[in-house]
């Protein structure tokens, strides 16, 4: 079993940068994991995924080159570095984690999720 805890999310100014937190409370050196958000009114959408070894990273066209991906196995902990926030990037933010070699796009693939972070976007 895994518990997904999220943190570093708030309120900041268009432009502005957050980095999320994802700490995993079992050993995830196995599993993908993938950020996803959920804004109100919003199906839950892929935002960034990022293979075992942390050597493959994937993004949403919507925020290529603005956020960034990482983890550190040995702090079994997943971050999402955001930079150059816009207002559309408020949302809930989730992390997930699925014990597979592939990174999958799609929520519902995942088995492990946690409570979410709120990131709100201010113009």
């Known amino acids: 079993q895994v518990q997904l805890v999220e943190s570093g999310g708030g309120l900041v100014q268009a432009g502005g940068s957050l980095r999320l937190s994802c700490a995993a409370s079992?050993?995830?050196?196995?599993?993908?994991m993938g950020w996803f958000r959920q804004a109100p009114g919003k199906e839950r959408e892929f935002v960034a995924g990022i293979n075992r070894s942390g050597g493959s990273t994937y993004y949403a066209d919507s925020v290529k080159g603005r956020f960034t991906i990482s983890r550190d196995n040995a702090k079994n902990t997943v971050y999402l570095q955001m930079n150059s926030l816009k207002p559309e990037d408020t949302a809930v933010y989730y992390c997930a984690a699925k014990n597979t070699i592939v990174v999958f796009t799609t929520a519902r693939i995942y088995d492990y999720w946690g409570q979410g972070t709120q990131v709100t976007v201010s113009s």
């Open positions: 079992g050993r995830t050196f196995n599993y993908a």
